[in-house]
């Protein structure tokens, strides 16, 4: 007798119908154990099919099992290692954002030192003023000491005087300008 096969009794059926038409014996009992004098080896060899049935069932219900175990163990392992290399790039992130805030506020230090260094520059107005001046005093026209003083010596030579008694006149002369 199978397992799940087994026809419900007329006695305990609410609707007193029988499933496959044929009568129940009475001697027969759950699992085909109990049963009075009738056994006989058919049902004996159909218990040992069930047996098996379910202890095949049991045995690839215990591979699938397994087969979920693993998997669920190979999936964690893969979450543990992306988890891993997700916390060390957001680490890196942090570093290089620390990095940057630092960057930043050199480049401000030194931005704020430019505006004061540019505060302190002559205006547009002020160089055309200076330019104005320069314009008006010609200062390419000046002549430098040295300059008088070799004119000085090329005239005192062309009228034919003496150039160490005139020398020593002009340096005491033109040591009066020496302050400049």
Known sequence: MNLFNQQPNQ??????GNYNNQPQAQNESFLGFGKKENSSGQ???KLVEDVRR???RIRSTEER?????RNLQLNEQTVLDINKKVNEDVGKIN????DLKHDM???KSKMEMMIKEFSLVAKKEELDVVSKYLDLWKP??????????KIVKQVLLENGLDIKKSESNMSSNI???DDY
């Not at 006695?11 to 007193?16: D, E, G, R």
């Not at 570093?95 to 620390?98: C, E, K, N, Q, V």
């Not at 390419?140 to 003083?149: L, S, Y």
């Open 95 to 98: 570093s290089d954002i620390l």
């Open 65 to 69: 099992m397994n087969k979920f175990r």
């Open 43 to 45: 049902e004996v060899v």
């Open 105 to 107: 506020s050199k480049i």
């Open 140 to 149: 390419i026209d000046f002549v430098t000491q040295n300059e008088v003083k």
């Open 54 to 56: 379910f202890s095949s």
């Open 11 to 16: 006695n305990n059926n609410p609707n007193n």
């Open 175 to 177: 040591s009066i300008n």
